[in-house]
């Protein structure tokens, strides 16, 4: 089976992408062959700057590999260093409709975030990210829920085109945790921890030191009462209790029927000493391997020689069946 993923090179990773992502990622090394792309191209279509871009390149790269990315059992590249990512892009919008790209949500939360240019980019964003995923004929995909739609997405734009120009890609499907899949905001519940959020406060980093995740949980919105509990008309204490199972890797009714009576002041302390622990050994690894920047370099190098050497064969193949280029 392969597995294939992208990630943003966002600097500064959160708990979110942590437990919704990147632990799958490793654990996806275990279950199959594992393919997995830090997407610059993807990062242009925002207004962005280009000295920091590399900068995070590497802060990713790097954050992966303190995570359990092991450039021997997987494949670690930059997707610019693979030039079928963004041929396939192109050939994948003859079968891709405008309207659907209309309608994805994250193009219209961040076009209307966007102050000076709403990019083409950022439009046929999930077009790239299609080409991504069915350049390497992947089966599955492992994201956190917000990528749900990018994914089915990709499915309609398989399908269409194997029914269009004969069977040529696998048609991949999501792989989207039963737990931690939308770690919330803990300041604003409601909406998904995000690096771009208003305020930090409510962003836990991979990166941050004890004493900062410590404040952050303690002062993270609960709401009124004291049972904890999941409920509707209780986001705060919900999405605690939903890091908290994350972490130990248990269901949130285990969470539940411990905290139960002991209040939120407990469970709180319970929450940021468990994940200080969880997040520990990945940002002291971190801090020895983010300065060796020839070494990360020489890594993405490696594996953008075996990502090529699998996708040129499929998107040639691709190319052939749409009848462009010089026959054979
Ligand atoms: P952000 O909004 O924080 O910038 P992103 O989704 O734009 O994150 P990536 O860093 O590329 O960009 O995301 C990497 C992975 O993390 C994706 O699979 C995404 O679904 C997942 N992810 C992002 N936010 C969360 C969250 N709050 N909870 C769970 N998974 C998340
Ligand atoms: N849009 C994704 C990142 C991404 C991706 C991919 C995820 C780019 N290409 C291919 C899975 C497969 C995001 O997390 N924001």
Same mark, same amino acid.
């Given at each position: ?157 398989? =399908? +269409? ?5 004969? %069977? ?5 499907? @999501?792989? &989207?945790?039963?737990?931690?899949? !939308? ?113 990360? =370099? +020489? ?5 953008? %020689? ?5 996708? @040129?064969? &499929?998107?040639?193949?691709?190319? !052939? ?8």
């Amino acid at each position: 089976m392969r597995i294939f993923s992208g990630i943003q090179p966002t600097g500064r990773k959160h708990l979110g992408n942590y437990i919704g992502a990147i632990r799958q990622y490793v654990e996806g090394q275990d279950r199959g062959e594992a393919i997995y792309c830090i997407v610059d191209l993807h990062a242009t279509t925002v207004a962005y700057d280009p000295a920091e871009l590399r900068r995070y390149l590497y802060d990713t790269a790097a954050m992966l590999l303190a995570a359990g990315l092991d450039p021997g059992r997987c494949i670690l590249f930059r997707q610019s260093d693979v030039p079928e990512h963004t041929e396939l892009c192109w050939l994948l919008t003859s079968v891709t409709a405008h309207g659907d790209l209309n309608r994805m949500h994250q193009f219209k939360e961040k076009s209307a975030k966007q102050r000076e240019l709403v990019s083409a980019g950022l439009f046929l964003y999930p077009v790239l990210q299609a080409a991504d995923v069915l350049a390497y004929n992947a089966d599955e995909v492992p994201v956190g829920d917000d990528q749900r739609q990018h994914i089915e997405l990709m499915r309609d734009i398989a =399908e +269409r085109f194997n029914e269009r120009y004969g %069977e040529t890609f696998v048609v991949p499907r @999501h792989r &989207i945790p039963e737990v931690g899949a !939308r770690i919330m905001d803990l300041q604003e519940p409601t909406r998904k921890m995000s690096t771009t959020a208003p305020s930090e406060a409510g962003t836990i980093l991979v990166l941050d030191e004890p004493r900062a995740i410590e404040k952050k949980v303690k002062s993270a919105v609960t709401d009124s009462g004291s049972e904890v509990e999941r409920r509707p008309d209780k986001p705060g204490i919900s999405n605690l209790i939903e890091i908290l199972a994350a972490v130990r890797g248990v269901a949130p009714e285990a969470v539940e029927a411990e905290f139960e009576g002991s209040g939120y002041g407990a469970f709180k302390q319970a929450v940021a000493e468990e994940v200080v622990e969880y997040l520990r050994p990945v940002r002291e690894r971190y801090e020895q391997i983010r300065p060796d920047e020839a070494e990360l =370099e +020489r890594a993405l190098r490696e594996g953008a %020689e075996k990502a090529h050497a699998i996708s @040129h064969e &499929i998107v040639a193949d691709a190319r !052939r069946k749409m009848g462009v280029g010089a026959p054979r």
